[in-house]
T-cell receptor, first 111, second 113 residues
């Protein structure tokens, strides 16, 4: 059982559409990170959120950390083919040395 | 480029063999983490070293071992390899022993035939 549940598992949309990926848990995290990974490459850090209710924006990407620090979402506006990839959320708990990763959401943006 | 380097990029070997994967962390980072990623298991944490000492263990098999050297590079040793060990192996680094933000290397793709 994954500590972090990501949904949906797969998402295929047309260029220009919006999408949201969710990351949920019953555990409280001291911080949560989002990564994007392309096939055969290492995950690339997109953002770290640490405060409950925090919203961070990175160009067309908006990240939100839940008030209770148990969940997060990633919203992409006007998706482009370059946004295609595997999106992973990862959480750090205060009593843990390691990150716990979700299973990931595979996003495909069709031109 | 994350600043984390891993070698080799690809490794093909036979069952029963032993291999060593190498990782150099970002300059100044003291922690090194090893992960295994396979299609059916996702990204699984294996082990963490901080400044030369083992700090946390995850789902690491007894056939696998790791160490971190005084210059902070790390090696992951995989022995008695099985077909199911075929996967991508990633190294990540961070500044402190509990620092949340980890930076990943490009990975080593291991294929066991």
């Amino acid at each position: 059982t994954q500590l972090l549940e990501q949904s949906p598992q797969f998402l295929s949309i047309q260029e220009g559409e919006n999408l949201t990926v969710y990351c949920n848990s019953s555990s409280v995290f001291s911080s949560l990170q989002w990564y994007r990974q392309e096939p055969g490459e290492g995950p690339v850090l997109l953002v770290t959120v640490v405060t409950g209710g925090e919203v961070k924006k990175l160009k067309r990407l908006t990240f939100q950390f839940g008030d209770a620090r148990k969940d997060s979402s990633l919203h992409i506006t006007a998706a482009q083919p370059g946004d295609t990839g595997l999106y992973l959320c990862a959480g750090a708990r205060s009593n843990d040395y390691k990150l716990s990763f979700g299973a990931g959401t595979t996003v495909t943006v069709r031109a | 480029d994350s600043g984390v380097t891993q070698t080799p990029k690809h490794l093909i070997t036979a069952t029963g063999q032993r291999v060593t994967l190498r990782c150099s962390p970002r300059s100044g980072d003291l922690s090194v983490y090893w992960y295994q990623q396979s299609l059916d298991q996702g990204l699984q944490f294996l082990i963490q070293y901080y400044n030369g000492e083992e700090r946390a263990k995850g789902n690491i098999l007894e056939r696998f071992s790791a160490q971190q050297f005084p210059d902070l590079h790390s090696e992951l040793n995989l022995s008695s390899l099985e077909l199911g060990d075929s996967a991508l192996y990633f190294c990540a680094s961070s500044g402190g022993d509990r620092t949340d933000t980890q930076y990943f290397g490009p990975g080593t793709r291991l294929t066991v035939l």
